[in-house]
């Protein structure tokens, strides 16, 4: 039959019937072939998962290795930045009391008579100071200090560039860390969705736009047939064929005896084909779903090829980055090598400033004591010569009268007697002379005048606690 023959709204309601099942056939098939295509993605997904799951642990623990690692450092690091602030302290307190132990050197007057006395150029205590002796420690300790912190620096620049390398490390690792979303049956659970998405385009089509179309069809040779029979009996025969029961696609189909041809019907069938869009539309958002589904396992197989690329790179850099940090390590080692040896000299270089410091501390001690030892001798010497006087002017008293004695005896007996008798009883009489066996004193004549000598505890405390600040001072330092 012609189909130009026919209404213009059946022929259109049939074309919107036949485009409908076409469209629907293309959505179911475009369904599975995307279901298909998913689920041999989640296959492979899942045969990655296992793969990636230990890349990922491995690179957990080198990251921790490397982290912990990193923390250490920062320990030692800060091991030589606190030996280092002690030290400079340490410097600063023992050039502050070198400088006072000076001060009070460059204030001690030495009396004018000791400096006459012996002809010398010094006018203060500080001028017995080898300063040339003493500059070169303090240098020496600065350049110690300065060298500490050198090492120091390089030290915190090894340090700093193996964390910047770690957290290079860490942050190129973030792409291949698996969040924790990442489970194992993520694939089934989208092939899963997508099969009930899919059976519902499946549904659809079967029990709306075959059965629409069938209706549709079914209506449109009813019409042909009774326009071109013009008689109920070449209708019947020309409609008696079809059956109600299935068609050779598949799909159900309806006696065309059983459809009735009264307005009623077209009217059912103009409904059921304004229905069409919203049913199209539902299985059209049904494959989109499932497309989304098939993206969705597609972009994370993506991102576990690329996470699995990555890990390749990421080993081969961590590889590099190892021998990196080794040779850093080695050169850290031997910073702190050097550093604790530039330590110890510089603590003996304050050693040796602060014993110094005690040294010219007694020595200002010391000359106080001279002073009053030197009073104290003259007064000593002054009251031995006293004694001596009186004992001088006793001596010879007791002279004279010897003498006078013996001149007495020769005047009356001793002329009597022949000198053959007794030769030593003429000996004139014993003279003694109170004479010092060595060399009384060369000790000058103060001019200055001195404040009395503080009490002998009061020294003797002083002496101790000087004494008590050091245990390494020279017997021959000036």
């Known amino acids: 039959a012609d189909l130009r023959s026919l209404p213009a709204e059946v022929a259109s309601l049939l074309q919107n019937a036949e485009r409908a099942v076409v469209l629907g056939e293309q959505y179911a098939h475009e369904g599975a072939t995307s279901l298909r295509r998913c689920c041999e993605t989640g296959a492979r997904l899942e045969a990655a998962h296992a793969r990636l799951e230990l890349v990922c642990a491995q690179l957990r623990k080198q990251l921790s290795v490397l982290e912990q690692l990193v923390r250490k450092l920062e320990a030692r690091d800060h091991r030589l930045l606190e030996a280092l602030r002690q030290l400079r302290a340490r410097n600063h307190e023992t050039m502050g009391a070198l400088e006072a132990i000076f001060a009070r050197l460059r204030a001690q007057a030495i009396d004018q008579a000791l400096w006459r006395a012996t002809g010398g150029t010094e006018r203060t205590l500080y001028d017995f100071v080898d300063t040339d002796s003493v500059d070169e420690l303090r240098k020496q300790g600065i350049a110690e200090v300065a060298s500490l912190h050198t090492l120091q620096a390089e030290a915190l620049q090894l340090v700093a560039q193996i964390n910047a390398r770690y957290e290079q490390m860490r942050q190129q690792s973030t792409v291949i860390l698996v969040p924790l979303d990442y489970r194992l049956v993520y694939a089934t659970e989208k092939t899963s969705r997508q099969v009930n998405e899919l059976k519902s385009i499946e549904s659809l089509l079967h029990t709306s736009l075959y059965t629409h179309h069938d209706r549709v069809h079914h209506y449109v040779q009813r019409t042909l047939a009774t326009d071109t029979a013009g008689s109920d009996d070449q209708t019947a025969a020309a409609t008696a064929a079809p059956r109600a029961g299935v068609s050779s696609d598949g799909r159900a189909s309806l006696s065309v005896t059983s459809f009735p041809t009264s307005e009623r019907a077209l009217q059912s069938l103009r409904h059921a ?206």
């Open 273 to 478: 084909d304004a229905q069409l869009s919203q049913s199209l539309g539902t299985a059209y958002d049904a494959l989109q779903r499932i497309v989304t589904l098939t993206h969705d396992v597609d972009q994370r197989m993506l991102k576990y090829s690329s996470a699995q690329k990555n890990a390749v790179a990421f080993f081969q850099d961590l590889e590099a980055c190892g021998s990196d940090i080794k040779q850093k390590l080695n050169r850290l080692d031997e910073l702190e090598v050097l550093f604790d040896q530039r330590r110890a000299d510089a603590r003996f270089v304050f050693d040796e400033l602060l014993n110094l410091v005690t040294w010219y501390d007694l020595f200002c001690t010391a000359h106080q004591e001279m002073i009053f030892e030197i009073l104290r001798r003259h007064k000593e010497l002054a009251r031995q010569q006293q004694l001596v006087d009186s004992f001088a002017a006793e001596l010879e008293a007791m002279h004279r009268d010897e003498a006078q004695k013996r001149s007495h005896f020769y005047e009356f007996y001793g002329r009597y007697l022949p000198a053959s008798l007794c030769p030593a009883i003429m000996e004139p009489a014993p003279h003694y002379q109170i004479v010092p066996r060595t060399l009384i004193t060369n000790l000058p004549r103060l001019q200055q005048t001195h404040d009395e000598r503080p009490s002998r505890s009061m020294i003797d405390s002083q002496l101790r606690a000087a004494a008590s600040s050091t245990t390494h001072i020279s017997d021959n330092r000036t």
